[in-house]
């Protein structure tokens, strides 16, 4: 079983800042991308940021130059710093995690999710 979860998320005004980490367990052999998707109601879950195990980033162009990805391989963990926090960025914020595991196998895991609130 593998595990990712999230925490950081919650209530914030405008303007304001976040930090979204998320850690991942279990029985892990090694980890590619990780990356962090968000869901408004009534919308689709989209891209955040993404980060390979190099450290290549990629980001929604919404959110560039105010949201940076970040990770800690040795931890297997991911951070997601986000300012100038906006009400249009509220919605749900799940961890995923492109990953093989000690079966040998490729999964696709993904967290429970956070929610991020941003009130205007």
């Known amino acids: 079983q593998v595990q990712l979860v999230e925490s950081g998320g919650g209530l914030v005004q405008a303007g304001g800042s976040l930090r979204l980490s998320c850690v991942a367990s279990g029985r892990i052999l090694s980890i590619n991308t990780m990356g962090w998707y968000r869901q408004a109601p009534g919308k689709e879950r989209e891209l955040v940021a993404a980060?390979?195990?190099?450290?290549?980033?990629n980001s929604a162009d919404s959110v560039k130059g105010r949201f940076t990805i970040s990770r800690d391989n040795a931890k297997d963990t991911v951070y997601l710093q986000m300012n100038s926090l906006r009400p249009e960025d509220t919605g749900v914020y799940y961890c995923n995690a492109d990953l093989i595991n000690s079966d040998l196998k490729v999964i696709s895991s993904w967290g429970q999710g956070t929610q991020v609130t941003v009130s205007s």
């Open positions: 980060i390979t195990k190099g450290g290549r980033t």
